[in-house]
């Protein structure tokens, strides 16, 4: 909360305009690394703690915010904001031996599900970005170079940072997803992976829409 403030108090508007939702840890999964001997132990569960528990503070401070500056009815005269989540190429791929950490970016993927539709309504945009591997602090050194040994082609951080500005520069990006991978698939190092929705398969594009009948984005943002 303190950051937040700040931040706004630093802004030359005195606005939040942008919230990128950036936290993320990996390490051994106590929830898949079992012996079998003796009885099972609580598992550490600090990577949901991070992973998802944390997003979720950032992600009620922004709309918070975004709220309190735009209000809660469309209106051309709010000013845009963007809510960005940072999933993972987890978020869609195998990833094995970690569940945790394949569950907190599949989280980010429901919670652009839930909010894309109606952010809207303060004038706001949400996003995910996705990494493949990036050099980062997130593993070790000898992890990536075990990953590299394996013949994995990296992304590259500087297209992760021209995807994010991407994202927020461009306000007709709303409710999407954008992997950051390989040079050797895309030249740009990123692109829509154009999965979230379903044109492609009828069956389950109906079922989206009656997924939301009795509960639809026109009784509001706040419905009663």
Known sequence: MRL????????PSGKISYVVANAGMIKPDSVYNVSGDGEPQKPDLQILDVNITGSMYTIKLALHYFVKQNGTVESPDQEDTCLVLIGSGAAFLDGPRAPQYAASKWAMRGVLHSLRRTVFFHGSRVNMIAPWYVRTSILSEEAFSNVAKAGVEFAQLEDAQSCLLRVLGDTSINGRSLFIGARKWKSEGYWDLDIDDYHSN???????????????????????
């Open 202 to 224: 009828p069956i389950v594009e109906q079922i989206q829409q009656e997924q939301m009948w009795s509960d639809p984005v026109s009784k509001g943002l706040f419905p009663s």
């Open 4 to 11: 937040f403030k700040e931040a706004e108090k630093l802004s």
